[in-house]
């Protein structure tokens, strides 16, 4: 895992658990704030909030400052914390009740799958290219994918039906 591997060397062991804390705060802020905000088109805005998530990667790569890294973090926690629940509402209002779960199945298949693959192949890319090249590379590699899906018009002009 390329984030504690460049922390130990950058901002020590005790900073990067700060980092941690600073990220599990910006999920829950975001979720509880949730309950307030209606968003007329929430998964357009969700998925460009997702793209934020890659933010801490770059901030890996690029700076040795626990702040900048702790700022990033936060960002990106508040980033998943919209978009978690964001997804999840768009699930429950745009699919079909009786394939709901199937979806949901593929959702997760989809999402859990690719997260051995990345811890597998992180050790050895980050001893081929350097660690802070490889937090660079994903960073910006999950800002573009992300924001993918927004090039599909059904996607962009999606419209919340509660709203």
């Known amino acids: 895992m390329l984030g504690p591997l460049i ?17 599990a705060a910006g999920v829950l802020l975001m979720a ?29 790569g690029l700076v040795t400052n626990v702040y900048w890294l702790a700022g990033a973090t936060f960002v990106a926690g508040l980033s998943f914390g919209l978009y978690s629940v964001a997804w999840d509402s768009t699930l429950q209002e745009q699919i079909p009740r009786n394939v709901i779960a199937r979806i949901s199945s593929y959702d997760n298949l989809g999402s859990f799958i690719a997260i051995p693959v990345g811890q597998l192949s992180a050790a050895p890319l980050a001893n ?6 490889v937090a660079l590379l994903g960073g910006f590699s999950w800002i573009t994918l992300t924001l ?16």
């Open 7 to 23: 922390a130990r060397e950058r901002i020590g062991e005790t900073s990067w658990g700060l980092v941690l804390s600073v990220r």
């Open 32 to 60: 509880v704030l949730m309950y307030r905000i209606t968003l007329k088109r929430l998964l357009p805005v969700a998925q460009t909030c997702a793209a934020l998530i890659g933010l801490p990667l770059i901030a890996l």
């Open 128 to 133: 081929a290219f350097g660690a802070p090249s």
């Open 148 to 163: 993918c899906p927004l090039a599909v018009p059904s996607v962009r002009g999606m419209r919340s039906r509660s709203s």
